[in-house]
């Protein structure tokens, strides 16, 4: 059943690449701002999800966390969450990085704003065979200005992503415990019993399960980003086919090799 949904979930992005888009700003803000227009995966997941990623902290290592967050002055030891967890996921993509490597690509190629937030648009700019999907918040967000999707739906959403070998990042709240998010972990394990997920914690450089010190996911995470690359390792039981067929309409929907990555995707799926 689940290759069947797969498949249908594919073609319609097919569907979309082939409809006409209105133009969009190329800042992180614009994406940000334009969040929910951006197409959305709803798959049922009855599986154990997992991958291998590496496990990297923030702060204490001397090769990356006294690094300034260029053109900010704050460094990856007090606000290099987000880039941290970046680069774990990355890493399952191919791109075999340490959170220093990636600040330094970042920095170089203006990948970063003022107050050392990340432009989701240099993702795909500096590793083109990366796409940003998604920035979204969830019901259980404090916000009364940003699009919420039902905290229900968003936990499938990331079901769906990890299920197809790409981890995702969560907002969570690490200080404080007020409710308001402040950083950012790496979802990489996400069976159907959301108190058995697992993360990476940049606080640290921890595997852990989300509940043991976060709390319950569906209280406690209060948004989402998501990129689509190659991976590398995939779910158990998991679709890594429709994984890659995913990896090359990212590609095709950003007018990158558009008509060979929807041929091959298309081929892929007829196989599978």
């Known amino acids: 059943m689940h290759k ?32 929910d227009s951006t197409p959305q995966v709803c798959l049922e997941i009855q599986s154990k999800n997992m991958m291998t990623i590496p496990t990297y902290s923030q702060w204490g290592q001397p090769g990356w966390s006294s690094k300034k967050m260029l053109p900010s002055s704050v460094t990856l030891a007090t606000h290099g969450c987000f880039i941290t967890s970046l680069t774990m996921i990355i890493n399952n993509f191919g791109i075999f990085l340490n959170p220093g490597e990636v600040l330094d690509l970042l920095v170089i190629n203006k990948g970063l704003f003022g107050d050392g937030q990340l432009s989701y648009e240099s993702v795909s700019r500096i590793w083109p065979q990366l796409t940003f999907v998604e920035r979204g918040y969830t019901t259980n967000h404090p916000g009364n200005n940003v699009q919420k999707t039902d905290i229900v739906t968003a936990v499938n959403w990331m079901k769906a992503h990890v299920r197809h070998g790409f981890p995702i990042i969560l907002a969570v709240d ?24 697992r993360i990476k914690d940049p606080d640290g450089g921890k595997d852990i399960f989300f509940k043991d010190k976060y709390g319950d996911p569906m209280k406690k995470v209060f948004g989402w980003v998501a990129i689509v690359g190659y991976p590398l390792t995939q779910a158990e039981n998991g679709q890594p086919m429709v994984g890659t067929c995913l990896a090359k309409l990212g590609e095709a929907k950003r007018g990158r090799n558009k008509d060979m990555n929807i041929s091959e995707a298309f081929q892929t799926l007829l196989r599978s």
């Open 174 to 197: 690490n200080q404080g415990n007020d409710g308001v998010p402040d950083h950012a972990v790496v979802l990489y394990d996400a069976p159907d019993d959301v108190m058995q997920w």
């Open 4 to 35: 069947y949904v797969a498949i249908i979930t594919t073609l319609l992005w097919l569907l979309l690449l082939l409809s006409p888009t209105p133009a969009k700003g190329s800042t992180g803000a614009d994406i940000e701002r334009d969040s």
